[in-house]
Antibody
Framework: QVQLQESGPGLVKPSQTLSLTCTVS??????????WSWIRQPAGRGLEWIGR???????HQNPSLQSRVTLSVDTSKNQFSLILSSVTAADTAVYYC?????????????WGQGSLVTVST | ETVMTQSPVTLSVSPGEGATLSCRAS??????LAWYQQKHGQAPRLLIY???TRATGIPARFSGSGSGTEFTLTISSLQSEDFAVYYC?????????FGGGTKVEIK
């Protein structure tokens, strides 16, 4: 059974850096065939796609966040990670990691349970 | 960015009744449209992709239709576990974008 699990600090101070890791079990990232994405959801609001990474480390980011987002993959640990710099209160949200097939046009077929990150002093 | 607009925002339905949810794209996304269900405190779950293909394990009471800019998710007879928020998502243009959601609540 394939599972995704987010981990990272639940509280980040304004102007600092948010770091999250998604651990994948049940499938090897290095086998390819998928994109690995981050999506966030502020409380009571809709979903925003942040970006994705593939098994080779290739990335695409949402232009609205691109200057602050770094995505990476560690196939030896079967993990992928998100770094979001210079955070503000507007970055407070539940952050999900998700999987998508590496087609040209692709949807999210599997999601992690989500990790709440609060930006506050 | 492609804007996805869902309507209604809230839909009140009695168990056993049907429900029709709408999703409109600001430009044609062909059939590159997915629907997700999100229950309170849980991650979204894929229901439909390709506008009309049910994901693995999704009951037949869920059906999707449409193409271009107009899409519909139909739940034929609501069960207690179907009361949730439903999101559409286009994956034709960068960046991929989601609608604001439709909450299906018990009437």
């Amino acid at each position: 059974q394939v599972q995704l699990q987010e981990s990272g600090p639940g509280l980040v101070k304004p102007s600092q850096t948010l770091s999250l890791t998604c651990t994948v079990s049940g499938v090897s990232i290095s086998n390819g065939g998928y994109y690995w994405s981050w999506i966030r959801q502020p409380a009571g609001r809709g979903l925003e796609w942040i970006g994705r990474v593939d098994a080779d480390g290739g990335t695409h980011q949402n232009p609205s966040l691109q200057s602050r987002v770094t995505l990476s993959v560690d196939t030896s640990k079967n993990q992928f990670s998100l770094i979001l710099s210079s955070v503000t209160a507007a970055d407070t949200a539940v952050y999900y990691c998700a999987r998508a097939y590496n087609y040209d046009f692709t949807w999210f077929d599997l999601w992690g349970q989500g990790s709440l990150v609060t930006v506050s002093t | 960015e492609t804007v996805m607009t869902q309507s209604p925002v809230t839909l009140s339905v009695s168990p056993g009744e049907g429900a029709t949810l709408s999703c409109r794209a600001s430009q044609s996304v062909s059939s590159n449209l997915a629907w997700y269900q999100q229950k309170h405190g849980q991650a979204p779950r894929l229901l439909i992709y390709g506008a009309s293909t049910r994901a693995t394990g999704i009951p037949a009471r869920f059906s999707g239709s449409g193409s271009g800019t107009e899409f519909t998710l139909t739940i034929s007879s609501l069960q207690s576990e179907d009361f949730a928020v439903y999101y559409c998502q286009q994956y034709y243009y960068w960046p991929q974008t989601f609608g604001g959601g439709t909450k299906v609540e018990i009437k």
